[in-house]
């Protein structure tokens, strides 16, 4: 979460910055026992494509994740993980929640 976070914060979308755009994403995001990304999707729309689009990029910006420790990954090939996204006002990214 904090390395996501990080770097959605470093690579915040200039174009929401300067329309002073926040909203609220649901990501689905699939990694592979490596710490490899197979799949990411938006499963509910912040109902602005430069956030959405930025969500998917900021997963990708920070793969690969780090490997599964050994006794999840002889269990586990894929882990999903479905997670609210927030836009917040000043440029930052956070999570429901905080």
């Known amino acids: 979460v904090r390395k996501v976070e990080n770097i959605g914060n470093l690579n915040y979308p200039q174009a929401a910055k300067d329309q002073l755009l926040q909203g609220n994403l649901i990501l689905h995001v699939a990694v592979r026992a490596d710490g490899s990304v197979e799949q990411v999707r938006i499963i509910r729309s912040s109902g602005y494509e430069v956030l959405d689009q930025a969500a998917i990029r900021i997963v990708e910006l920070g793969a690969p994740y780090s490997p599964f420790?050994?006794?999840?990954?002889?269990?586990?090939?894929?882990?999903?993980?479905?997670?609210?996204?927030?836009?917040?006002?000043?440029?930052?990214?956070?999570w429901e929640g905080n």
């Open 69 to 94: 420790p050994p006794d999840i990954a002889a269990e586990t090939d894929v882990l999903d993980i479905v997670r609210t996204w927030q836009f917040l006002r000043g440029g930052r990214l956070g």
